[in-house]
């Protein structure tokens, strides 16, 4: 059973940086897309960050230049480095993983079966 538990989260100002991390365990294999999410009250869950089992990266957007997702080596440990904050990056972060296989060998945003309870980050003037 895959777990997965973020850690990082907090209240910092405008431009500052937070770096986000998620342990994950009961992975069988090294194929996983891991990812991060995000979600405000009221609002949808959008996709923030993507890596895949090869280390490639894909941002959203809204985030591209300001936040970097990368992976320890044991590929255990996925990490959200989040630069230049802006208050509406306020919001639930979540770590998401699944098979690269199971997704089609493609990591996309949508379709992840394993989540963490997330991680509060806050953003203030």
């Known amino acids: 059973q895959v777990q997965l538990v973020e850690s990082g989260g907090g209240s910092v100002q405008a431009g500052g940086s937070l770096k986000l991390s998620c342990v994950a365990s009961?992975?069988?294999?090294?194929?996983?897309?891991m990812g991060w999410y995000r979600k405000v009250p009221g609002k949808e869950r959008e996709g923030v960050a993507l890596?895949?089992?090869?280390?490639?990266?894909d941002y959203a957007n809204f985030v591209k230049g300001r936040f970097t997702i990368s992976i320890d080596n044991a590929k255990t440990t996925v990490y959200l480095q989040m630069n230049n904050l802006k208050p509406e990056d306020t919001a639930m972060y979540y770590c998401?993983?699944?098979?690269?296989?199971?997704?089609?060998?493609?990591?996309?945003?949508?379709?992840?079966?394993?989540w963490g309870k997330g991680t509060q980050v806050t953003i203030s003037q």
């Open positions: 998401a993983a699944d098979s690269y296989f199971r997704l089609g060998n493609f990591c996309g945003y949508h379709g992840m079966d394993s």
């Open positions: 009961g992975l069988s294999g090294s194929n996983f897309c």
């Open positions: 890596i895949d089992p090869y280390g490639t990266p």
